[in-house]
């Protein structure tokens, strides 16, 4: 038996995430998932901002983006009556290269995440099951079932990524706690469509069902995403999801002549489930992803907290792991993603409410999903014990705030200063700390910079330094004289060199 340091349960977007995370920090890591083959539904279909920030760390947002779509458009009709085209609302900003999000399949996005994690030296083991597990105060044991038999694996952390229903949230007792919408469900599917041209996301209104059905086209495949509600006939009964109850509904909700529907890869029947964990930690077991929150899909954000989930794990494992911080950074974990998840699934249900509501007077629905918040890029860890605010700074950043992006004089973006695995320091020309001394004391694991003063309009004072984490939060603002304050802080972290 040999001990592994990780373990991560479920090749998911989570799962591929946490894996990259910790690859690129040289910890070596198993992650494994049950199903033969990847998954090739469509399933979530889209990235946040950010979360395309998130791949920008990892270097992949330009080809996520290159295979989506950024600029599709909602085409509506009412039967057979075209009504219009309504584009998706922008929500402009200047601390970010992604302003909107990107229509993308779930299944793309994991193909991009597993190239990424092979050239780190990691490959998904595919056909491999978690049998079951055990754990003492410092590892965990645990038997998967593979192609070749059963095996027993000893390691420090196990983190279950494995979904809704997962296996190893159910095995910890943990609590999922909400409710299922039974009478919210829906058809939903990938199709090849013939009739219709893949420039708009096609919206049929109906007068009885309110939302009759919808056909999302992919830039990287020649597949749409069918969604329908799917409702019981006479005797309390749901069709099975597939082509034929597919073409069914299209022609009975749209009246649309001239379109035909072929060749579905993938069927589905999904319900709206509100529930989060009380909790995301058992010993040396986590959970993340949808593992420890479901809700509803109004926003595009589950896959989006699940892959933010893994960023906030993934440095923290690594810093415990190498001996650089204190095990007791894991239970920031919790403590930072809990209020996201609520946050999350409240925002989520008022969505969906919206949505139903405006299918219901005919105007169409999806276009009012977003928000300025669903872009997830005001989310923010103030409340963390993490976040430490040395000076007072009323107005602007605040510690746990995320890092702002935004253009340099020298052509480079702050975001090229973060993009990695290291904590940022960066000061301006009025503060006195010696960033030079810094970086002796702790090595590459902290990059710092001195910002010309245009830069200020960013953070909102020439007279604090900020210490940014490497998942791009800020973790400490302090006066630009106070070099002790930041040692510090950064103590907490990593080990100092010997100079």
Not at 54 to 63: H, K, P, Q, R
Not at 243 to 269: D, H, I, P, Q, Y
Not at 294 to 315: C, E, K, P, R, V
Request: negative net charge.
């Amino acid at each position: 038996m040999k001990h592994l340091p990780v373990l991560i349960i479920g090749a998911g977007p989570t799962g591929l995430t946490l894996a990259c995370e910790l690859a690129r920090r040289n910890i070596q890591v198993r992650i494994i998932e049950r199903s033969a083959e990847y998954p090739n539904g469509s399933r979530a279909k889209g990235l946040q901002p950010r979360s395309l920030e998130v791949m920008d760390d990892l270097g992949i947002a330009d080809e996520l983006l290159a295979a989506g779509s950024t600029d599709l458009i909602f085409r509506r009709y009412n039967g057979n009556t075209l009504l219009g085209d309504v584009k998706r609302e922008v929500f402009q900003r200047t601390d970010t290269r992604y302003v909107q999000g990107v229509i993308i399949p779930q299944w793309k996005v994991e193909e991009v995440l597993r190239a990424k994690l092979q050239t780190l030296g990691i490959k998904v083991e595919l056909g491999t099951e978690l049998i079951n597990f055990s754990q003492t105060d410092n590892q965990v044991s645990a038997v998967l079932k593979t192609t070749q038999g059963e095996e027993t694996v000893q390691c420090a952390y196990m983190i279950g990524c494995d979904g809704g229903k997962s296996t190893v949230r159910k095995a910890l007792g943990i609590n999922f706690e909400g409710e299922t919408h039974e009478d919210e469900r829906a058809f939903v599917g990938d199709v090849q469509v013939d009739g219709l041209t893949p420039d708009a996301w096609h919206i049929w209104l109906h007068p009885e069902v309110g939302f009759g059905f919808a056909l999302c086209p992919f830039k990287c495949t020649d597949s749409w995403q069918v969604q329908t509600i799917a409702l019981p006939d006479a005797d309390g009964k749901l069709a099975e999801p597939g082509l034929e109850t597919f073409r069914r509904l299209f022609a009975e909700r749209t009246g649309m002549e001239g379109v035909t529907l072929k060749n579905a890869t993938w069927a589905s029947l999904y319900r709206v489930n509100v529930r989060m964990a009380d909790r995301y930690r058992s010993g040396m077991v986590f959970i993340a992803g949808d593992a420890a929150h479901a809700h509803s899909i109004a926003g595009g954000l589950g896959m989006n907290t699940g892959i933010q989930d893994a960023y906030n794990l993934g440095w923290k494992l690594a810093a415990v792991l190498t001996e650089q911080a204190n095990e007791s950074l894991l239970d920031t974990y919790e403590e930072e993603r809990l209020p996201i998840a609520a946050w999350t699934l409240n925002i989520s249900s008022e969505r969906q409410k919206i949505m139903t509501d405006s299918l219901k007077t005919g105007d169409g629905g999806l276009h009012t999903i977003g928000t300025k918040d669903t872009t997830q890029l005001n989310l923010n860890y103030r409340y963390s014990s993490l976040s430490k605010q040395n000076n007072e700074q009323p107005d602007g950043l605040q510690a746990g705030d995320r890092a702002p992006d935004g253009q340099l004089p020298d052509g480079r973006r702050l975001f090229d200063l973060y993009r990695g695995t290291h904590f940022t320091i960066l000061k301006f020309a009025p503060a006195n700390v010696s960033i030079e001394r810094l970086s002796e004391r702790y090595g590459d694991q902290v990059k710092t910079f001195t910002l010309d003063n245009e830069a200020a309009a960013s953070f909102g004072s020439l007279a604090n330094v900020y210490v940014i984490r490497p998942d791009g939060y800020i973790g400490l603002i302090a006066n630009g004289t106070d070099e002790t304050a930041i040692s510090t802080y950064l103590d907490k972290f990593m080990i100092r060199q010997e100079v």
